[in-house]
């Protein structure tokens, strides 16, 4: 089985598992069941899990417009501190 790549003018891009060399120039979205046309990509030799996929977008679409902070983000709260109390001795940060 292959994974292919369309591309809904609606919905966006979504994959669609073929056997391999079954694959349309189209087929219908699955969502709003409208026509998709096939998009041409890299052979994917390793999946990207779908956060570190939207991370890397992220810091793609941050390289050409970042982000404005309009104030200090707020600290975050110092974690508790281990029960153990050999951990006691350990320097702190």
């Known amino acids: 089985m292959a994974t292919y790549e369309y591309r809904c003018p609606r919905d966006g891009d979504f994959e669609v ?3 391999l ?3 349309g120039a189209a087929v219908d979205c699955p969502g709003c ?3 998709a046309t096939r998009v041409w990509s890299a ?3 390793a999946r990207t899990p779908r ?3 939207a991370a ?3 810091a793609a679409r941050s390289a050409e417009t970042p982000e404005v902070v309009s104030r200090i983000p707020a600290r ?3 974690a508790a501190m281990p029960a153990h109390p050999a951990h ?3 320097p702190r940060l």
């Open 21 to 23: 060399g079954e694959a």
């Open 56 to 58: 890397l977008d992220g």
């Open 76 to 78: 975050r709260p110092a």
């Open 88 to 90: 006691a001795r350990l």
């Open 17 to 19: 598992r073929l056997p």
């Open 43 to 45: 052979p994917r030799l």
């Open 33 to 35: 069941h409208a026509r």
């Open 51 to 53: 956060a570190l996929g």
